[in-house]
């Protein structure tokens, strides 16, 4: 089993910069496929950006050139830079990891192990 736990969230204002990191355990970090999801209350859990083991990252249209993810495979990190966040970033956002991911990253579906969330506010 993995297990992953978020942290970094908080509360900022349109324009502000956040950095959430997660951090892995109880499996070969470099084995793990790792991505970000967000979701709001009543929404579906949306992909945010994702992290291949080789390196390569996908991106939502939404986020692309304000979100930056990136993994330290020392530490067992993952991190989601958040730039020039907007309104419409809050959310809880969470870690999310698996060995095999298939092309549609985006669906949460594919992802096996979770972290508990981190809480992501933004206010105008």
């Known amino acids: 089993q993995v297990q992953l736990v978020e942290s970094g969230g908080g509360s900022v204002h349109t324009g502000g910069s956040l950095r959430l990191s997660c951090a892995a355990s109880?499996?070969?970090?470099?084995?793990?496929?790792m991505a970000w999801f967000r979701q709001a209350p009543g929404k579906e859990r949306e992909g945010v950006a994702c992290?291949?083991?080789?390196?390569?990252?996908m991106y939502a249209d939404s986020v692309k050139g304000r979100f930056t993810i990136s993994r330290d495979n020392v530490k067992n990190t993952v991190y989601l830079q958040m730039n020039s966040l907007e309104p419409e970033d809050t959310d809880i956002y969470y870690c999310a990891a698996d060995r095999n991911v298939a092309g549609r990253w985006y669906l949460a579906q594919h992802y096996n192990y979770w972290g508990q969330g981190t809480q992501v506010t933004v206010s105008s």
């Open positions: 992290i291949y083991t080789s390196g390569g990252t």
């Open positions: 109880g499996s070969t970090f470099s084995s793990l496929h």
